[in-house]
């Protein structure tokens, strides 16, 4: 069992950066970030594998958010530039509990999730 904690959620202006870490208590594979908004599913923000070579955004944040890992710590960041109202939600931290071919999207991939951290940017 991989234990994960986020953290470095907050609020922000629009047009502020936040950076999200989340740091897993083993050995990890695929990480990944989602987040869920006020009466919304949780859906895909990005991803990346062990290599940190191999990573994936949805559309919405391409340019503007980055996912880095540093495996010595067992740990992944999300850092996120030019921030969005609608970029408000809570973001999760989600790892997978084996090693897949591709990046992985779907939430059912992963099988360790993180509390969540709020994310709230202001108009």
């Known amino acids: 069992q991989v234990q994960l904690v986020e953290s470095g959620g907050g609020l922000v202006q629009a047009g502020g950066s936040l950076r999200l870490s989340c740091a897993a208590s083993?050995?990890?594979?695929?990480m990944g970030w989602f987040r869920q908004a006020p009466g919304k599913e949780r859906v895909f923000v990005a991803a990346?594998?062990?290599?940190?070579?191999?990573?994936n955004y949805v559309e919405s944040v391409k340019g503007r958010f980055t996912i880095s890992r540093d495996n010595a710590k067992n740990t992944v960041y999300l850092r996120m530039n030019s921030l969005k109202p609608e970029d408000t939600a809570v973001y999760y931290c989600?790892?997978?509990?084996?090693?897949?071919?591709?990046?992985?999207?779907?939430?059912?991939?992963?099988?360790?999730w993180g509390q969540g951290t709020q994310v709230t940017v202001s108009s």
């Open positions: 989600a790892a997978a509990s084996r090693s897949y071919g591709s990046i992985r999207r779907q939430a059912d991939d992963y099988a360790y």
């Open positions: 083993g050995r990890t594979y695929s």
């Open positions: 990346i594998r062990w290599s940190g070579v191999d990573t």
